[in-house]
T-cell receptor
Framework: SQKIEQNSEALNIQEGKTATLTCNYTNYSPAYLQWYRQDPGRGPVFLLLIRENEKEKRKERLKVTFDTTLKQSLFHITASQPADSATYLCALGTSNTGKLIFGQGTTLQVKP | NAGVMQNPRHLVRRRGQEARLRCSPMKGHSHVYWYRQLPEEGLKFMVYLQKENIIDESGMPKERFSAEFPKEGPSILRIQQVVRGDSAAYFC?????????????FGEGSRLTVL
């Protein structure tokens, strides 16, 4: 069956460290993968998109990798700050529409 | 430069009533998507619309749910005869016409509580 999995347990790290979040999927062939941030009571906010033929994408303190062989994406936040505390969602896209398959999200808590 | 506007932000209905959720996409965006987020679950795709057309409704429950995006006015997600299991956050997202960058712009959601 098709699955997309993110760490369900919250990730707690110290300010200044690098946070690494994982997204694994099975039985999908995504054309691209996206990461979103969601704060409590708010809508998701787009962060990064990486296509199937790309290995790595960076944006400021954020880095995403995409391994279609392992069927895994890693999302890194370097020099993390308490303001980075939120839930991070990965989402697969299999077509050129906005129909996405979302993971459950991983909650990140950055302690000062 | 308003973002995606959803209203109401919170809606309380009794079982059997109707719920109407509205979404105005970002200016210039012609694609609208509705997603549902149940407590402790991820976002689930419901429907994809363009002006006056339903493009993909594969995620919509077969009964009681309908969506439209008329030529004028906001997109509407309508839930008839609501049940407790419909309690969730309903998010609308929009994107520009193709080709686009692929990102979705989400509203803040409408939180439906069914008593």
């Amino acid at each position: 069956s098709q699955k997309i999995e993110q760490n369900s347990e919250a990730l707690n790290i110290q300010e200044g460290k690098t946070a690494t979040l994982t997204c694994n999927y099975t039985n999908y062939s995504p054309a691209y993968l996206q990461w979103y941030r969601q704060d409590p009571g708010r809508g998701p906010v787009f962060l990064l998109l990486i296509r199937e033929n790309e290995k790595e994408k960076r944006k400021e303190r954020l880095k995403v990798t995409f391994d279609t062989t392992l069927k895994q994406s890693l999302f890194h936040i370097t020099a993390s700050q308490p303001a980075d505390s939120a839930t991070y969602l990965c989402a697969l896209g299999t077509s050129n529409t906005g129909k996405l398959i979302f993971g459950q999200g991983t909650t990140l808590q950055v302690k000062p | 430069n308003a973002g995606v506007m959803q209203n109401p932000r919170h809606l309380v209905r009794r079982r059997g009533q109707e719920a109407r959720l509205r979404c105005s996409p970002m200016k210039g965006h012609s694609h609208v998507y509705w997603y549902r987020q149940l407590p402790e679950e991820g976002l689930k795709f419901m429907v994809y619309l363009q002006k006056e057309n339903i493009i993909d409704e594969s995620g919509m429950p077969k009964e009681r749910f309908s969506a439209e995006f008329p030529k004028e006015g906001p997109s509407i997600l309508r839930i008839q005869q609501v049940v407790r299991g419909d309690s969730a956050a309903y998010f609308c997202a929009s994107s520009p016409p193709l080709p686009n960058t692929g990102e979705l712009f989400f509203g803040e959601g409408s939180r439906l509580t069914v008593l």
